[in-house]
């Protein structure tokens, strides 16, 4: 099956094709050995993250500590955030 790149590198990808790997918005694009490889991506909307912050039992200031120290200079990072949970 041919497909024909446009003059702004675009590609219609045949609709046989996408139906075989699912509906997908989003694809990885790698070059290997000479190929050009697709791979259908599924993006997680929020809810996914706010689900998996609760699954890890993250809130506000967690993420807050965590940003803060992340920016601090690299000789100043004794260790890791200290959650409220974590100091326990």
Do not use: C
């Not at 259908?40 to 909307?45: C, H, S």
């Not at 929020?46 to 200031?61: C, F, I």
């Amino acid at each position: 099956m041919l497909a024909k790149m446009t003059s702004k590198n675009q590609l219609t990808l045949p609709k046989n094709i996408t139906t075989a790997v699912g509906p997908a918005e989003y694809f990885d694009v790698e070059a290997r050995n000479g190929q050009i490889v697709l791979t259908p991506v599924r993006i997680q909307r929020g809810d996914a993250v706010r689900a998996k912050l609760a699954e890890l039992d993250l809130d506000e200031q967690d993420i807050a500590d965590a940003v803060a120290w992340a920016r601090k200079s690299p000789a100043t990072k004794k260790s890791g955030p200290v959650s409220k949970k974590s100091a326990k």
